[in-house]
């Protein structure tokens, strides 16, 4: 945090608020630490703003095979014991480099509760100790093993969707293209603030490139750690912006944070989609930045986005 002051004018109240308080904290910024010391710090405080935890029918560990054999932890979450539920697989944010299950515990029981679907929360593995396209493949690996095994669980095999928060977002965009290439259907890809570009060059970086949560010497640090070249950059498993083809992919709910270095990527993402001829229903949260749905303790908006992403999958799950 350099001066929470920059973007006073645009921020709500809370943000505000919430801003001045992490900045009088003091805490090192996770791009001046290791990443073995970001995320232990991203741990510390991953549930200081969050609502109250929900308690569950349903809260179970397990494990997923990945391609090599590595065995992904999952998390899974239920509303009710019922069998035939739809499942949502979700992907947690971080730059790749931080976030996990644990992180985003109380995101995902808000997610099963409020929609009314089964949850599985995934333990992809992180950069710089495993690098592109290593969580972008554990994404693709659980998904289609969820869809083979989803009556194991007690969930639905046929209403199916994916989801995620930055580059979580990411991972779950490009799962929803490679599910159509490979003919499994879903029902929706859920995406908040998605990372979509290849470099960081839209207007939004700059105008949002200091004083708020994410900061560009942070994104630099995140996507350094996961790719290492142009090439990789530029492959569409990191930049969904540049697939070549979004025809006949899932619908999309895109959710996205107005004061966000990320938001006009995840714009032209949804206009990507919208030209493909893909549903797309696109809500901009006025005032707040990356990272707002995980402080619905403090900030209104995430509450609104909780219960909007819900609403978007139980429209898709044919719930309502």
């Known amino acids: 945090m350099t001066d929470p002051h920059i973007h006073h004018t ?44 929900a308690t569950l029918a349903r809260v179970e560990d397990f494990q997923i095979p990945a391609r090599d054999g590595h065995a992904l932890p999952a998390r899974l979450y239920a509303p009710s014991t019922d069998t035939g539920l739809p499942l949502l697989l979700y992907l947690h944010g971080g730059g790749f480099t931080i976030g996990s299950i644990a992180t985003h515990d109380i995101l995902c029981r808000e997610l099963a509760r409020l929609a009314g679907c089964m949850v599985v929360s995934l333990d992809y593995r992180l950069a710089p100790e495993r690098r592109f396209p290593t969580a972008s493949n554990d994404a693709w690996d659980a998904l289609q093993w969820l869809a083979t095994h989803a009556r194991t669980l007690g969930a639905d095999p046929v209403r199916l969707a994916v989801g995620g928060d930055s580059a979580g977002g990411t991972l779950a965009a490009v799962n929803a293209i490679l599910a159509r290439d490979a003919g ?20 939004s970086h700059a105008t949002f490139a200091r004083g708020l949560v994410l900061e560009e010497p942070a994104i630099s640090w995140f996507f350094g750690n996961y790719v290492q070249s142009r090439a990789e950059r530029e492959d569409w498993r990191f930049a969904p912006l540049l697939a070549p083809d979004v025809e006949d992919v899932a619908p999309a709910w895109i959710g996205l944070a107005e004061c966000d270095p990320l938001v006009d990527e995840g714009i032209a993402y949804a206009d990507k989609l919208r030209l493909a001829g893909v549903a797309v229903d696109l809500d901009i949260y006025r005032g707040v930045t990356h990272e707002f749905i995980k402080m619905g303790r403090a900030i209104p908006e995430a509450r609104k986005a909780h219960a909007d992403a819900a609403r978007a999958l139980r429209l898709a799950f044919h719930l309502e």
Do not use: F, N, W
């Open 184 to 203: 499994l259907p879903l029902a929706l890809q859920l995406l908040i603030y998605p990372g979509c570009a290849a470099h960081q060059d839209t207007p």
């Open 10 to 53: 645009r921020l709500t109240p809370q943000m505000r608020s919430v801003l001045e308080r992490m900045a009088r904290a003091g805490h090192a910024p996770l791009h001046t630490r290791s990443p073995q010391d970001a995320r232990m710090a991203y741990q510390a405080g991953a549930d200081v703003l969050e609502v109250p935890k």
